[in-house]
């Protein structure tokens, strides 16, 4: 860092990430046990994924479909044939005190995933990703890592198919890391390798460093040269999307100090503190790491050269976004909202079949979507009650229940009490049948006056007294003028 | 000086091709319930919770596993006295190493304390102890046999192999362990229908040896000339015999010890006393706990082994010895490809020397490397080998090595049984 850059202050920062994704496989990456995680410990081992004496590897060929779904979706050259390495390091989580993961010659190489940050579209070049293997977990008892009196070692992890996604430092901002921790995810799930709400399943190493911001050139490239001069901190094992941003946040502010200060950035790892916002350092002193990677002897390279064609890949969120608003003439806002994951477009999708698509739209994207998120919901936890929201949809659309009963009673109660919508219609007496006719004259003397609707609007309560006559009239004088009067204000109020 | 280091008996099935035969297993070989000490205090309480592949076979092939035999500690060695359950006496020649890894074993066919045994031949020691024990070796094609079970010492290199005083015996036995197997995914389709003891039939009549000169240069007088008087039989039995040259031998026993070691620096890492092995206790961060428990499980070959073998693949040293030991590795399988392009196989004696005696070459690993030099090349071109009884020197047992091409084991076995 040149002492003229800091003292002008133009100083930019520049991000990588390192994400490691649990890949969703019925089985370990190299042996038959369950990756299911229970409770009980040590339940979901084996003498492989134990390292015990004598055990070896078999690679889990859906591990390697997984990761080469992963590769078509962020359009990475995947090579003709793949093999792995062994990364030596001794750690008490690792059970054979080796990694088995992929060196020279990993699944994917020089991909790309396009990110929304903002309104703003930016490409984000991904280096490579490839398998390996997950270590146990460990728990520290009676305190922090650094201050437990023991640790317990847990393996049920341990051999659960990890893939380590490496972008190029393509962000300046943390805000974007974040976008594209949720794109990936969000990919990541519509391909059906990876479920988010599984504990532990996506785990980021941040990296960034300060450089003078006019070593950007116009195109938003920066040298190599520029990028080796700056001193760069990792941080390690942040499990959110939230806690990448805040990190690296903290981390920009931090380095930017120290560089105004004339003090130097200390390239090292550091560790995030979830509960303070923070990042310290995990090593007073950076040694260069040895993994001392050799082959692993005991996986022969697999070919690949034609899993690429062989393996399809279902439409991804962009694509279907654009296509909903081709299809259905949906707006960005709507379509983006509808496609966020696959469940909510696939349920979008159900409905807009049978129904009109802008009622359907607003029906999953405002109203259903707007329910879930106000009690912090998941489309995935109503998932098997897909049904009975097509269901509702369909007696607002049939006319059968009014719009407002529908979003303000029969939805919440659904999602509060986990009733049926024909349950609640009948419960609360909200079907129309009987009224029928009065609401119709109601619809269509508020249709058919639009002074003096207009004129109500603009406060004229008079003009009310006008609307009840026609009401009257149209209903053959036998609706109740006080019930007219009500349902005409409750319409024109809404 | 014992040959077991247990002695413990698991019977097979009622019957099968091995219905009533006796079988001795390397203690490197997992047992399930019969604890597995690969020669070492590390693993002196270790029972294994699973059967290696080869033990279910041999147990469905009706055998009858008589013990668990001495070896030299995780099979670094050349001696059996690497052991840390003390040193094997060579029961045919008094005060004499058994030879080594697999000591144990081949003691136990010689004295007949077992009709067959298993061992595991990772540069030779299969082949070396069936030399000095005067019985017959065979190390099969890399991925002939399920390593499933056999705790690794250098993965890339090694194979189970059998023992038996005849080769048709040790040959019925190699039918019993080969084949592929799921849970090893280096196995290969090759010995599934295998009839290795029916190619036992003594027919040499328009065999082709290949002699190559450089594993007969070096060797003691007295075993070059037990190892000629075998060929001139399978000469007067109708085979025909010319010299080959393998230069790129000269760099074998180098290459191979690099990348031995360099696996082993890896394969014996797990090796921690967290899940299994000798515990390094709890007090004190898990670094000293580790670092306790392999200092006091393991010998000093090991300790010697694992610490050249990091060395070897740490960064600024990676490609001058890993990645030589690599390139010499292609040259030795590109070498022996073509010596056995124009001979059916190459014959060799095993050992350049006669059985040392007991205590003579611990103090000298240099010297013991050395002894392995007509063997480890095999290994690095993963191909089929087989000693057989050459003879004796000075009343000591010699063998004769016979290299066959990539899955040829018929070719080494019908050659072989000719001098049975």
Same mark, same amino acid.
């Given at each position: 860092?040149?002492?003229?850059?800091?003292?002008?202050?133009?100083?930019?920062?520049?991000?990588?990430?390192?994400?490691?994704?649990? =890949?969703?496989?019925?089985?370990?990456?190299?042996?038959?046990?369950?990756?299911?995680?229970?409770?009980?410990?040590?339940? *979901?081992?084996?003498?492989?994924?134990?390292?015990?004496?004598?055990? =070896?590897?078999?690679?889990?060929?859906?591990?390697?479909? /997984?990761?080469?779904?992963?590769?078509?979706?962020?359009?990475?050259?995947?090579?003709?044939?793949?093999?792995? !390495?062994?990364? *030596?390091?001794?750690?008490?989580?690792?059970?054979?005190?080796?990694?088995?993961?992929?060196?020279?010659?990993?699944?994917?190489?020089?991909?790309?995933?396009?990110?929304?940050?903002?309104?703003?579209?930016?490409?984000?070049?991904?280096?490579?990703? !490839?398998?390996?293997?997950?270590?146990?977990?460990?728990?520290?008892?009676?305190?922090?890592?650094?201050?437990?009196?023991?640790?317990?070692?847990?393996? *049920?992890?341990?051999?659960?198919?990890?893939?380590?996604?490496?972008?190029?430092?393509?962000?300046?901002?943390?805000?974007?890391?974040?976008?594209?921790? /949720?794109?990936?995810?969000?990919?990541?799930?519509?391909?059906?390798?990876?479920?988010?709400?599984?504990?532990?399943? $996506?785990?980021?190493?941040?990296? $960034?460093?300060?450089?003078?911001?006019?070593?950007?050139?116009?195109?938003?490239?920066?040298?190599?040269?520029?990028?080796?001069?700056?001193?760069?901190?990792?941080?390690?094992?942040?499990?959110? !999307?939230?806690?990448?941003?805040?990190?690296?946040?903290?981390?920009?502010?931090?380095?930017?100090? $120290?560089?105004?200060?004339?003090?130097?950035?200390?390239?090292?790892?550091? !560790?995030?503190?979830?509960?303070?916002?923070?990042?310290?350092?995990?090593?007073?002193?950076?040694?260069?790491?040895?993994?001392?990677?050799?082959?692993?002897?005991?996986?022969?390279?697999?070919?690949?050269?034609?899993?690429?064609?062989?393996?399809?890949?279902?439409?991804?969120?962009?694509?279907?976004?654009?296509?909903?608003?081709?299809?259905?003439?949906?707006?960005?806002?709507?379509?983006?909202?509808?496609?966020?994951?696959?469940?909510?477009?696939?349920?979008?999708?159900?409905?807009?079949?049978?129904?009109?698509?802008?009622?359907?739209?607003?029906?999953?994207?405002? *109203?259903?979507?707007?329910?879930?998120?106000?009690?912090?919901?998941?489309?995935?936890?109503?998932?098997?009650?897909?049904?009975?929201?097509?269901?509702?949809?369909?007696?607002?659309?049939?006319?059968?229940?009014?719009?407002?009963?529908?979003?303000?009673?029969?939805?919440?109660?659904?999602?509060?009490?986990?009733?049926?919508?024909?349950?609640?219609?009948?419960?609360?007496?909200?079907?129309?049948?009987?009224?029928?006719?009065?609401?119709?004259?109601?619809?269509?003397?508020?249709?058919?006056?639009?002074?003096?609707?207009?004129?109500?609007?603009?406060?004229?309560?008079?003009?009310?007294?006008?609307?009840?006559?026609?009401?009257?009239?149209?209903?053959?004088?036998? /609706?109740?003028?006080?019930?007219?009067?009500?349902?005409?204000?409750?319409?024109?109020?809404? | 000086?014992?040959?077991?280091?247990?002695?413990?008996?698991?019977?097979?099935?009622?019957?099968?091709?091995?219905?009533?035969?006796?079988?001795?297993?390397?203690?490197?070989?997992?047992?399930?319930?019969?604890?597995?000490?690969?020669?070492?205090?590390?693993?002196?309480?270790?029972?294994?919770?699973?059967?290696?592949?080869?033990?279910?076979?041999?147990?469905?092939?009706? &055998?009858?596993?008589?013990?668990?035999?001495?070896?030299?500690?995780?099979?670094?060695?050349?001696?059996?006295?690497?052991?840390?359950?003390?040193?094997?006496?060579?029961?045919?020649?008094?005060?004499?190493?058994?030879?080594?890894?697999?000591?144990?074993?081949?003691?136990? #066919? +010689?004295?007949?304390?077992?009709?067959?045994?298993?061992?595991?031949?990772?540069?030779?020691?299969?082949?070396?102890?069936?030399?000095?024990?005067?019985?017959?070796?065979?190390?099969?094609?890399?991925?002939?046999?399920?390593?499933?079970?056999?705790? &690794?010492?250098?993965?890339?290199?090694?194979?189970?192999?059998?023992?038996?005083?005849?080769?048709?015996?040790?040959?019925?036995?190699?039918?019993?362990?080969?084949?592929?197997?799921?849970?090893?995914?280096?196995?290969?389709?090759?010995? &599934?229908?295998?009839?290795?003891?029916?190619?036992?039939?003594?027919?040499?009549?328009?065999?082709?040896?290949?002699?190559?000169?450089?594993?007969?240069?070096? +060797?003691?007088?007295?075993?070059?000339?037990?190892?000629?008087?075998?060929?001139?039989?399978?000469?007067?039995?109708?085979?025909?015999?010319?010299?080959?040259?393998?230069?790129?031998?000269?760099?074998? #026993?180098?290459?191979?010890?690099?990348?031995?070691?360099?696996?082993?620096?890896?394969?014996?890492?797990?090796?921690?006393?967290?899940?299994?092995?000798?515990?390094?206790?709890?007090?004190?961060?898990?670094?000293?706990?580790?670092?306790?428990?392999?200092?006091?499980?393991?010998?000093?070959?090991?300790?010697?082994?694992?610490?050249?073998?990091? @060395?070897?693949?740490?960064?600024?040293?990676?490609?001058? @010895?890993?990645?030589?030991?690599?390139?010499?590795?292609?040259?030795?399988?590109?070498?022996?490809?073509?010596?056995?392009?124009?001979?059916?196989?190459?014959?060799?004696?095993?050992?350049?020397?006669?059985?040392?005696?007991?205590?003579?070459?611990?103090?000298?690993?240099?010297?013991?490397?050395?002894?392995?030099?007509?063997?480890?090349?095999?290994?690095?071109?993963?191909?089929?080998?087989?000693?057989?009884?050459?003879?004796?020197?000075?009343?000591?047992?010699?063998?004769?090595?016979?290299?066959?091409?990539?899955?040829?084991?018929?070719?080494?076995?019908?050659?072989?049984?000719?001098?049975?």
């Amino acid at each position: 860092m040149s002492t003229q850059a800091a003292q002008e202050g133009d100083l930019a920062a520049v991000i990588g990430l390192e994400v490691h994704v649990q =890949l969703e496989t019925a089985t370990k990456i190299f042996c038959g046990c369950s990756t299911e995680p229970t409770e009980e410990p040590n339940t *979901n081992v084996c003498p492989v994924c134990l390292g015990l004496p004598g055990a =070896l590897p078999v690679l889990n060929e859906g591990a390697v479909e /997984a990761a080469v779904k992963v590769g078509k979706a962020i359009d990475a050259d995947i090579p003709e044939e793949t093999r792995f !390495h062994r990364k *030596n390091y001794y750690y008490p989580d690792l059970p054979k005190n080796f990694q088995i993961t992929q060196y020279d010659e990993p699944i994917c190489r020089d991909g790309e995933l396009e990110v929304s940050v903002e309104g703003e579209r930016r490409t984000v070049r991904i280096r490579r990703a !490839h398998l390996e293997e997950d270590p146990g977990s460990l728990q520290h008892v009676g305190g922090g890592i650094d201050s437990a009196t023991h640790t317990r070692v847990n393996y *049920n992890r341990a051999g659960t198919p990890l893939m380590e996604i490496v972008t190029k430092p393509d962000f300046r901002r943390p805000a974007e890391a974040r976008a594209f921790l /949720a794109k990936l995810e969000e990919v990541l799930e519509y391909l059906g390798v990876f479920d988010s709400q599984r504990d532990g399943s $996506l785990r980021v190493d941040a990296n $960034l460093s300060i450089i003078p911001e006019d070593e950007i050139d116009d195109e938003g490239a920066i040298s190599e040269e520029t990028l080796a001069d700056a001193n760069r901190t990792e941080v390690k094992n942040i499990s959110s !999307h939230k806690g990448a941003e805040t990190a690296l946040a903290y981390e920009e502010t931090r380095q930017k100090n $120290l560089i105004r200060r004339g003090k130097g950035v200390q390239q090292e790892t550091r !560790h995030f503190n979830e509960t303070h916002g923070s990042t310290v350092s995990m090593r007073s002193k950076e040694e260069e790491k040895d993994y001392r990677y050799f082959e692993e002897a005991d996986l022969p390279p697999l070919q690949v050269s034609d899993w690429k064609e062989r393996i399809p890949i279902p439409e991804l969120p962009d694509a279907r976004r654009e296509r909903f608003e081709e299809e259905y003439g949906l707006d960005d806002e709507s379509a983006s909202k509808l496609t966020s994951t696959k469940q909510v477009a696939d349920f979008y999708e159900d409905v807009a079949e049978s129904f009109d698509p802008d009622l359907a739209a607003t029906w999953v994207a405002d *109203n259903l979507l707007g329910e879930l998120n106000y009690r912090d919901m998941q489309i995935t936890d109503v998932e098997g009650r897909l049904d009975e929201f097509t269901r509702l949809v369909e007696l607002v659309a049939d006319d059968e229940i009014t719009t407002k009963n529908a979003e303000e009673i029969v939805l919440r109660r659904m999602l509060d009490e986990g009733e049926q919508p024909d349950d609640i219609v009948e419960a609360e007496g909200l079907g129309k049948t009987g009224e029928d006719e009065v609401a119709q004259a109601v619809t269509e003397a508020i249709d058919e006056n639009p002074e003096a609707v207009a004129d109500y609007e603009d406060g004229d309560d008079g003009a009310i007294n006008f609307l009840v006559g026609q009401v009257m009239g149209k209903t053959g004088g036998s /609706a109740d003028p006080g019930t007219v009067n009500g349902l005409l204000r409750e319409e024109l109020d809404d | 000086m014992s040959i077991f280091i247990s002695e413990e008996t698991v019977e097979g099935a009622d019957d099968g091709p091995l219905a009533g035969t006796t079988v001795a297993v390397k203690d490197n070989i997992s047992t399930e319930g019969v604890r597995t000490t690969c020669g070492s205090a590390m693993l002196e309480d270790y029972v294994p919770p699973y059967d290696a592949t080869v033990v279910e076979r041999l147990k469905d092939a009706g &055998a009858d596993i008589v013990g668990k035999t001495n070896m030299d500690e995780f099979g670094m060695g050349t001696t059996t006295e690497t052991s840390a359950f003390g040193a094997t006496e060579n029961p045919v020649a008094d005060g004499r190493v058994p030879g080594g890894s697999s000591g144990g074993s081949a003691a136990a #066919v +010689a004295a007949g304390e077992a009709d067959l045994a298993l061992g595991s031949d990772t540069g030779g020691s299969v082949r070396c102890p069936a030399a000095f024990c005067g019985v017959v070796g065979i190390k099969p094609t890399y991925g002939l046999v399920s390593r499933y079970g056999l705790v &690794a010492y250098a993965n890339s290199l090694e194979q189970i192999g059998p023992f038996g005083s005849t080769v048709e015996e040790a040959a019925a036995l190699l039918d019993v362990i080969a084949g592929p197997d799921e849970r090893d995914a280096t196995t290969r389709k090759e010995g &599934a229908d295998s009839d290795y003891a029916a190619a036992a039939d003594g027919d040499v009549d328009g065999l082709s040896i290949g002699v190559p000169t450089e594993l007969v240069e070096g +060797a003691d007088e007295g075993v070059v000339e037990t190892f000629y008087d075998a060929l001139d039989q399978l000469e007067a039995q109708g085979a025909t015999t010319h010299e080959v040259s393998l230069e790129s031998v000269e760099y074998a #026993v180098q290459a191979y010890y690099v990348i031995a070691m360099s696996e082993a620096s890896s394969n014996l890492a797990r090796f921690d006393g967290v899940r299994y092995g000798h515990s390094g206790g709890y007090d004190g961060n898990w670094n000293e706990v580790f670092g306790r428990a392999r200092e006091e499980g393991f010998g000093a070959e090991v300790k010697r082994r694992v610490l050249l073998g990091t @060395y070897a693949l740490s960064a600024g040293y990676h490609d001058k @010895y890993y990645k030589q030991a690599q390139d010499a590795r292609a040259w030795v399988k590109q070498d022996f490809d073509e010596a056995l392009s124009e001979a059916d196989v190459l014959a060799s004696p095993t050992m350049p020397v006669p059985p040392m005696e007991l205590g003579e070459s611990l103090s000298d690993p240099l010297k013991m490397y050395l002894a392995d030099a007509n063997t480890v090349p095999v290994n690095l071109a993963d191909l089929p080998a087989i000693s057989v009884p050459a003879g004796e020197t000075d009343g000591l047992p010699v063998g004769l090595q016979l290299v066959g091409p990539a899955f040829g084991e018929e070719t080494i076995i019908r050659a072989a049984s000719a001098l049975d």
